[in-house]
């Protein structure tokens, strides 16, 4: 899931998360940036845990209205 702000597509940081399973506890690493390393890693951990599949996400947002914006980001995740 990419989520920007503006109308341009941008790549940001990029968080892969993979669920957990019965034996093994679920995993995140940031692979790319680090501006918006917390938020990407909690999109990307609660999109693999509500579909039980591996999945990215990157994040890219001006740095004023970082934490306001990953608010917002994390409520269009849960509306998916």
Not at 40 to 62: Q, T
Request: aromatic fraction near 10%.
């Amino acid at each position: 899931a990419f989520f920007f702000e503006g109308s341009k597509e941008r790549v940001g940081t990029l968080a892969l998360a993979l669920p957990r399973t019965p034996t093994s506890p679920g995993a995140s690493s940031i692979l790319l940036g680090d501006r918006n390393a917390t938020t990407s890693r909690v999109l990307a951990e609660f999109l693999a845990s509500k579909f039980g599949k591996m999945s990215f996400a990157s994040v890219f947002l001006p740095e004023e209205s970082g934490f306001q914006l990953g608010k917002v980001l994390l409520k269009l995740a849960q509306s998916l």
